[in-house]
């Protein structure tokens, strides 16, 4: 089944930092959608993006997605602690289908 | 609003054993899933239910049923307990409207389960 793939699978850096975590899939979507994941928790909603759309903005997230490439970058900016969690791509296909998601990108945010 | 509750949290189970998750959510989703996610795999779709009244298999649905009881509800059975299915699992609804796959997930908590 398709699955977006994110990249890298682990990051660590300072608070303050920006970090970007970057998902690949392989068909046409409908939409990409990327989730938190806090440890030992449920998934969270952070960011629907449409495939006619190219950038997004939610707070200090940004997400950009070039369907030509089959890619999308979630950009963290001025990260905190509280950022630390795992990050996961979904995607659906155009054809009624439940998301995907890929295996996620553990973030880890040093104070 | 309590959103999407699961229940048990945990749970350990002898090979050969059966059990039943059950999900409840109150925002009037139509759309209701089950995932398991491992280490390593990500989440893995399990079954799903479109609305009430229809459930289809997702990438992994074999060991499991499921019964989407009214539009509220939407419950997993594990009938024989394999220690393949230590895992943990997710129910989550969906503010899909036309298709599946459209609107945005909401998470339960999660259920642990441990096969031995």
């Known amino acids: 089944s398709q699955q977006g793939e994110e990249d890298p699978q682990a990051l660590s850096i300072q608070e303050g930092e920006n970090a970007t975590m970057n998902c690949s899939y392989k068909t046409s979507i409908n939409n990409l959608q990327w989730y938190r994941q806090n440890s030992g928790r449920g998934l969270v909603h952070l960011i629907l993006i449409r495939s006619n759309e190219r950038e997004k903005h939610s707070g200090r997230l940004r997400v950009t997605l070039d369907t030509s490439k089959k890619s999308s970058s979630l950009l963290i900016t001025a990260s905190r602690a509280a950022d630390t969690a795992s990050y996961f791509c979904?995607?659906?296909?155009?054809?009624?289908?439940?998301?995907?998601f890929g295996k996620g990108t553990r973030l880890s945010v040093i104070a | 609003n309590a959103g999407v509750t699961q229940t048990p949290k945990f749970q350990v189970l002898k090979t050969g054993q059966s059990m039943t998750l059950q999900c409840a959510q109150d925002?009037?989703?139509?759309?209701m899933y089950w995932y398991r996610q491992d280490p390593g795999m990500g989440l893995r779709l399990i079954y799903y239910s479109a609305s009430e009244g229809t459930t289809d298999k997702g990438e992994v649905p074999n060991g499991y049923n499921v019964s989407r009881l009214n539009k509220r509800e939407f419950s997993l059975r594990l009938e024989s307990a394999a220690p393949s299915q230590t895992s943990v699992y997710f129910c989550?609804?969906?503010?899909?409207?036309?298709?599946?796959?459209?609107?945005?997930?909401?998470f339960g908590e999660g259920s642990r389960l441990t096969v031995l």
């Open positions: 979904a995607t659906d296909d155009q054809g009624n289908t439940p998301l995907v």
């Open positions: 989550a609804s969906s503010t899909d409207r036309v298709r599946v796959g459209t609107g945005e997930l909401f």
């Open positions: 925002m009037n989703h139509n759309s």
